[in-house]
């Protein structure tokens, strides 16, 4: 299986998916802290992966998704963006209303 048709059936199998550095238990950036931290505060479920276990999808991701940095937030196997995106979308109760439709 390529690493493309991986990401698509992890996209695939969950509504919600972070990747991330580290688990949401154990963020391994502030980058992703700050995300799990947006996640959480609404508490809806989501999945995550753990780039730092998994080189080949880290880096096959930044192709797949055009977007070169970490964490990427999936709804619904839509990239909706980074951290910065992410808590901006906290802030404003958007990302609340995106999860609330998944």
């Known amino acids: ?4 048709e991986r990401i698509e059936e992890q ?3 969950h509504d919600v998916l972070l990747y991330m550095k580290g ?5 391994q950036c502030g980058f992703s802290g700050q995300t799990v931290a ?5 508490g ?3 999945a995550f992966v753990n780039i730092f276990e998994d080189p080949e999808i880290r880096e096959g991701l930044k192709d797949y998704s055009n977007w070169p940095t970490f964490p990427q937030l ?3 196997g839509e990239l909706i963006g ?3 995106i992410v808590v ?3 802030h404003s109760g958007e990302l609340k209303n995106l999860l609330e439709e998944s």
């Open 1 to 4: 299986m390529s690493v493309k």
């Open 23 to 27: 688990t949401p238990d154990f963020p």
């Open 38 to 42: 947006a996640l959480n505060a609404i």
């Open 44 to 46: 809806k479920p989501y």
């Open 74 to 76: 999936y709804v619904k």
């Open 88 to 90: 901006e979308m906290y």
């Open 11 to 13: 996209l695939g199998s």
């Open 82 to 84: 980074g951290c910065d």
